[in-house]
């Protein structure tokens, strides 16, 4: 089907709704996990995944995932193992689906429910510990030192080969 350009702008925002409600890449985005641009980052792979729709024919599901778990590699270096990988990508295959096909409707209807699902997400903050309310001087100290915000004020995790790793407390 030859789809005209609000269709294919119906499609974008399809794709938008899909990614912008995947927990991981939120997760990512609001713990700069892809640095000063998360944010940008993530608006950027709204076109890059619209327009690898668009570029490759018959897509199946496990080279949508291969294609977007190399973004989240490349651009928040997050590796995806929760299982919401293939989920998040077959609702892409079936919004692309309902844009070739023409339903329009269903496809409205879909960016629809994935935008009240993102909006009523709820954010949890941790409650400061007793370190926290006692050393105000030390919080004035690493608020100037950093611009970005501290949940924790525990030593920094160690490197291993250019990843972050984050290990539980014993």
């Known amino acids: 089907m030859a789809a005209s350009n609000p269709s294919r702008e119906l499609f974008t925002a399809g794709v938008r709704a899909?990614?912008?409600?995947?927990?991981?890449?939120?997760?990512?985005?609001?713990?700069?996990?892809?640095?000063?641009?998360g944010q940008q980052k993530s608006d950027w792979m709204v076109?890059?995944?619209?327009?690898?729709?668009?570029?490759?024919?018959?897509?199946?599901?496990c080279e949508v995932e291969d294609f977007i778990a190399e973004l989240?590699?490349?651009e928040f270096d997050t590796v995806v193992d929760d299982g919401s990988l293939p989920q998040m990508c077959d609702s892409l295959v079936q919004a692309f689906s309902q844009w070739?096909?023409?339903?329009?409707?269903?496809?409205?209807?879909?960016?629809?429910?994935?935008?009240?699902?993102?909006?009523?997400?709820?954010?949890?903050?941790a409650p400061p510990t007793q370190s926290d309310e006692d050393s105000d001087d030390e919080t004035q100290v690493m608020e100037?030192?950093?611009?970005v915000p501290s949940v924790s004020r525990d030593p920094p995790p160690h490197e291993e080969a250019g990843w972050t790793v984050v290990r539980k407390k014993k």
């Open 18 to 37: 899909v990614l912008h409600s995947w927990p991981v890449l939120q997760i990512a985005v609001e713990n700069g996990f892809g640095g000063v641009y």
């Open 47 to 61: 076109d890059v995944v619209q327009q690898y729709f668009h570029d490759n024919a018959d897509l199946q599901q």
């Open 72 to 74: 989240m590699d490349q």
């Open 100 to 125: 070739q096909q023409g339903a329009v409707e269903q496809l409205q209807q879909t960016i629809n429910t994935l935008t009240q699902k993102k909006s009523q997400r709820v954010r949890v903050t």
């Open 144 to 147: 100037c030192e950093s611009s």
